[in-house]
């Protein structure tokens, strides 16, 4: 049990996906590689031009406030954040700061303190002797969330930022590409000493939960918070946490003391590193921006909450739940499912042409298990090799459904099911045609089988005698010279059977 307290909260933005900017008409395209073309005066910071608020962006962020059970806010209002810098053209940046849309709301166990809306920065560029800057990225709508302080792992930290990323997705409000830039996390990441009574008292909580899978409410004082910025993967998140966890108690224990400063990530070294001491609220000097109207959500109908739970599609959460409970799938089958939507559509899709095929709900989820087996193993791999991700093109689902009834038959084998499916990737014809044409087809019948038992039997008679003494390995030796018989084409359990009632004569 740690004699220290790790403390962090989350501060996470992600651009929104809007036709135009935040306050103006300029077009809103990540993947324009040409730069400074989606510009205008007011994105630019022309002195005398009047911003215009974007509802599209307002909407987006009610509907994740709904969406993680936040208050909307019935009364809201934009502010200047005042901060020099190259990629600020105006000087100020428009954010939120004592009116947010959202307040409150929780997602896998972690509070939410707020969901506000701003507009983004240009983008700068360093070179060896000159600095570029890109006003393309300046004024797009860029949402910010931050937590609670009550997350006290690195790795409850990461799972948090992968759901509401798959929020953002299910969502349609971001696309939040890390590797774009798209959705940026910040971690405000604290250390403390704990007490002889804290500690016992963590030891006796331990017992019944574990601090690595479930957050904890933080109604202990905190040690000082240094900002870690802009991780850009999962991975970094808690990569930085722990190693900032671990920097801090060596300062502690060596009597120093924790500066509150604002600290960057060195993916290479796989350390942070110390930018400039941690601004606070005051040092902006926020205001409400004069130029900019009040918002009464609560007159604006399309905004309230019950036309914005409409609006909602199926939640991760729920699907996990809905697929677990309708399907009986393994848990690593369902997180695939949730998180590669186009891979959840096609499994749901077989599914649906299963169960028409299925004279009980038993029989019709042992055929979507199956089904679920070769897609997330088989179908996942196949599209790593042939570099084609779109499952209903790689293979259809009406092809898929017929292998998965043929194996439910007993009339494929799993490698002939495989072969199948590669040969339909190649474009070479249906399912039942391939397995025709390629002898795939298991043959079945028992009587067929019999006679090709009884040839293997006559053969080898000392096999025969070793399983009669109790040797159960010779039945497996029968029976792969039985396979080889018929071409590889016997089914395997059938031809067991027979082998097994023509010995116990």
């Not at 000159?130 to 969330?145: K, M, T």
Request: hydrophobic fraction near 35%; glycine fraction near 6%; charged fraction near 30%.
């Amino acid at each position: 049990m740690s004699d220290y307290q790790l403390t962090v909260g989350l501060e996470i933005h992600a651009e929104l996906s809007t036709r135009t900017k935040m306050f103006c008409d300029s077009a809103n395209n990540p993947d324009e590689k040409e730069p400074n073309v989606n510009v205008c005066p007011v994105c630019m910071g022309h002195p005398g031009t009047l911003p215009v608020i974007n509802k599209e962006a307002v909407r987006s962020v009610l509907r994740l406030g709904v969406a993680l059970g936040g208050e909307i806010a019935d009364y809201t209002e934009f502010d200047r954040k005042n901060y020099f810098y190259p990629d600020i053209p105006k000087g100020y940046q428009i954010s939120q700061y004592k009116h947010p849309l959202v307040k409150g709301g929780e997602l896998n166990g972690v509070k939410i303190t707020r969901v506000h809306l701003e507009e983004d920065t240009a983008k700068s560029t360093h070179e060896t002797n000159e600095s570029l800057v890109d006003f393309n990225r300046a004024g797009v709508p860029l949402l910010e969330l931050v937590t609670e302080p009550v997350i006290h792992s690195g790795a409850v930290a990461s799972k948090f930022a992968k759901e509401l990323q798959l929020m953002f997705l299910y969502l349609g409000i971001s696309e939040a590409n890390m590797e774009k830039g798209e959705m940026r996390i910040e971690a405000n990441v604290s250390v403390r000493p704990l007490n002889a009574a804290e500690i016992a008292r963590n030891i006796a909580e331990s017992v019944q939960r574990s601090s690595a899978s479930s957050p904890r409410g933080s109604a202990v004082p905190l040690g000082t918070k240094v900002e870690v910025k802009n991780l850009n993967s999962f991975r970094a998140v808690e990569k930085a946490i722990l190693y900032e966890e671990e920097r801090q108690k060596k300062l502690i224990e060596a009597g120093e003391k924790v500066m509150q400063e604002t600290r960057g990530w060195d993916e290479a070294k796989g350390a942070t590193f110390s930018q400039r001491a941690k601004e606070e609220s005051h040092d902006y000097r926020y205001f409400p921006d004069p130029d900019l109207p009040k918002l009464f959500i609560k007159d604006i109908e399309e905004f309230s909450v019950e036309n914005l739970k409409k609006s909602l599609p199926e939640l991760p959460q729920a699907k996990r739940e809905r697929l677990k409970s309708a399907f009986n799938l393994k848990d690593e089958d369902v997180e695939m499912y949730v998180e590669r939507g186009e891979w959840g559509k096609y499994m749901e899709n077989a599914a649906d042409l299963l169960k028409d095929t299925s004279t009980s709900l038993s029989a019709g989820k042992a055929k979507i298990q199956l089904a679920s087996n070769y897609i997330t193993s088989d179908l996942v791999k196949l599209a790593r090799e042939k570099d084609n991700h779109d499952p209903e093109k790689l293979v259809p689902v009406v092809e898929f459904k017929e292998i998965i009834l043929m194996l439910n038959a007993g009339e494929l084998s799993s490698r002939g099911a495989k072969d199948i499916l590669n040969l339909i990737a190649e474009g070479k014809g249906t399912a039942r045609k391939i397995a025709k044409e390629n002898n795939l087809i298991q043959k079945s019948d028992a009587e067929e089988l019999k006679k090709i038992a009884e040839k293997i039997i006559s053969m080898n008679e000392k096999a025969v005698g070793e399983f009669k003494n109790g040797n159960l390995g010779s039945l497996q030796f029968l029976i792969g010279l039985g396979m080889k018989e018929s071409g590889g084409n016997a089914n395997p359990k059938v031809l067991k059977e027979v082998f097994e009632e023509l010995l116990s004569k």
